[in-house]
């Protein structure tokens, strides 16, 4: 990515992938699509993004990229429902549609599946790390938690209520989740 | 769906939609394409099953449908052993292709998303029930222990791990997902 679009530029340009994956989805959005509609050339596309998955994954990372702190309640439950009712206000959001969107393309096309495996599933492990060990800290947790199962859950039942529209992403969903299923599950002895 | 067409000819029908979703797709999979491979006039599709979603949805029954009473192997852990081995066998096969196919479609889709989540989804619901009452009948479980989010976990990781690659659906997973996450779940006192 050398040289590098300058900072505005780059902005217009991720603006013009969301809008673009919200109007024609990601396997009908162009790279020239993309140029036309932030003003931009195609060769400062092509040289700044090679790929589509490449393009696609940088508007992910400017907008809900850079370090996630989740945000520290003083109790593990608090932690937990914090992060849940984030990822449910994503998910109803108009950008939970574009990620649902790309979900589907990447069952498809593997190279858009490990890119955004790697930008939006394993760039989160470190916040739920965070979450764990300092429910550790606390005495909430035993000695050795760990947080594998919490994002894998935490993702699986946020997804399979999105795919099958099962029924709102709400406050209620999440005090089931957490409470029913994350707090048991990671309170259980090692 | 009167008249209903012969069986063998509608067995013929169902086995065409599989090996055409199998092939292009919901999106680009037609009902004259599915006449044709089934030597059946167009007449007939249309006659038996007036949309697409009919179709698909009368196929999945043909090969899934029917009463599905889940294996009684004696103990709680066994029957959820088994029933998870089944899920993920069915996940591994080409039919766990057509099915995340069919579900990445339905995402598009609300009339064909609505009759997936009843033909696949609700009409297990009874299978899920049976495995508590029997465990709540062995004393394994308490009186009152309900079956709701055993399946919406149990769905719920599957589909997880099949729409992000995350890992084969073998025996540890099928393990780690019983002992983990599905028996600390239902055994918490309500």
Known sequence: MSPAPKPGRREAICEAVFELLGEVGYDRMSMDAVAARARASKATIYRGWPTKP???MDA?????????????TGTLR????ALLTAACHVA?????????GLMTAATRNPE???TFRRCVYEAKQSAYDTIVRRAVERGELPEGATSDLLHEILHAMVL????????????????????RVLLPVLRQPA
Chains 1, 2 share one sequence.
């Open 112 to 114: 858009l599946a490990e």
């Open 54 to 56: 490449d393009l696609v």
């Open 92 to 100: 109803n959001s108009p950008d939970g549609d574009v990620m649902t």
């Open 78 to 81: 608090g932690d937990l429902m």
């Open 160 to 179: 399979n209520r999105t795919m099958w529209h099962e029924g709102p992403l709400d406050e209620s969903f999440a005090t089931r989740v957490v409470d």
């Open 60 to 72: 992910f990372e400017h907008r809900f990229g850079g370090p996630f702190e989740p945000q520290d």
